[in-house]
């Protein structure tokens, strides 16, 4: 607790936390962080989700069911972040350089705990290197991954992830931060490991609903999230992960609930595609983001990189974007050659 005070004192002005990004995750953490007594300004980019959340106490585009505390107060202007030390970013991957590099604001000597996942198309970079490169230093970062959907975490219903920076006594702010008793928060330095099972899960997530759509069964879905998580390790691990943890919350976890749940917006991109459904087609009807669609490319590019051999990555890479049909690629993936489970 002494880490927490020193930290907490230093960082956390008038018992407020400031959270950019409305989305359901970022509407979520800051409904849990309202429970936890503390005030907190929640950016949104959209005035009228601004207005929804502060006259009717609901986030009307993305966690309509959820009843938001009267702590929580919307706004509509980056400028606020402009004098805070700390910041809880909920943008999605493939905004964040660009929100936060439009707003004008030097992140230099903020600290920062981003919870979207996803790896950046253009630059194939995770989101600790993306802040980096924004001015945040590495032990001004930490992560919050795991196996969490917004909308089970808006009704408290109980929860387990992982937080990580390279600086174990800030990932220790984090944990106490968000932790009570329906958030349980674990700690990690191993933010690699972290932010890879958190983003590649939702590729192998798309694989899943696939399969639900083409109405195989159980056994179809064991194998998938197993030889899924041994793709997961062995990219991780090519870049310098743990392997351990790709087997813990950030990765197995997370696998394990994207991979079936009806919440799994991933999972749903692919049970559509799985029903016959064209890719453009189902991003136009979606209100929210799939972060799985676009990691999909940053996965397979990845994988070319480091020269990992990930065959349901590949597969549904050709699904997406080269047109290869699903049943075709479970006969691909199926007849491939014979080898050892663990090599």
């Not at 409904?31 to 936890?36: F, R, V």
């Amino acid at each position: 607790m002494d880490v927490f005070r020193k930290y907490f004192e230093e960082i956390i002005e008038n018992n407020t936390i400031y959270v950019i990004g409305a989305g359901g995750w970022g509407t979520a953490l800051s409904n849990l962080l309202a429970y936890n007594c503390y005030n907190v300004v929640l950016w949104a980019r959209e005035p009228e989700l601004v207005d929804s959340i502060n006259k009717n106490r609901v986030n009307n585009l993305f966690l309509p069911k959820i009843k938001l505390n009267e702590k929580v107060i919307a706004v509509n202007d980056l400028a606020v972040l402009k004098t805070q030390k700390f910041f809880v970013s909920a943008i999605p991957t493939q905004y964040i350089r660009k929100t936060l590099s439009a707003s004008g604001i030097n992140l230099n000597g903020k600290k920062v705990l981003n919870v979207a996942k996803g790896i950046e198309i253009d630059t194939l970079q995770r989101g600790s290197e993306i802040f980096a490169q924004l001015g945040v230093s590495s032990e001004d970062f930490a992560v919050l991954t795991g196996p969490s959907h917004a909308e089970e975490v808006g009704l408290f219903q109980p929860t387990t992830v992982v937080t990580s920076s390279e600086d174990i006594s800030y990932s220790r702010f984090i944990q106490i931060l968000f932790s009570n008793g329906n958030f349980r928060v674990y700690t990690s330095q191993d933010i690699v490991g972290c932010e890879l099972g958190g983003s590649i899960k939702n590729v192998i997530a798309i694989a899943a609903g696939i399969i639900d759509g083409l109405q195989f069964g159980d056994n179809t879905k064991a194998a998938l999230i197993t030889r899924g998580l041994a793709e997961m390790s062995r990219l991780s691990v090519a870049m310098g992960a743990n392997a351990l943890t790709i087997t813990g919350l950030s990765g197995l976890g997370d696998l394990i609930v994207t991979c079936n749940s009806k919440h799994s917006r991933n999972r749903k991109v692919g049970e559509l595609i799985g029903l016959g459904k064209k890719l453009n087609e189902i991003i136009n009807e979606m209100q929210m983001i799939a972060e799985g669609v676009e990691t999909t490319k940053s996965a397979y590019n990845l994988a070319q990189k480091h020269k990992v051999e990930m065959p349901i990555v590949t597969k549904v890479h050709q699904i997406l974007f080269d047109n290869l049909p699903p049943e075709v690629a479970l006969k691909d993936l199926m007849t491939r050659e014979y080898r050892h489970e663990l090599g």
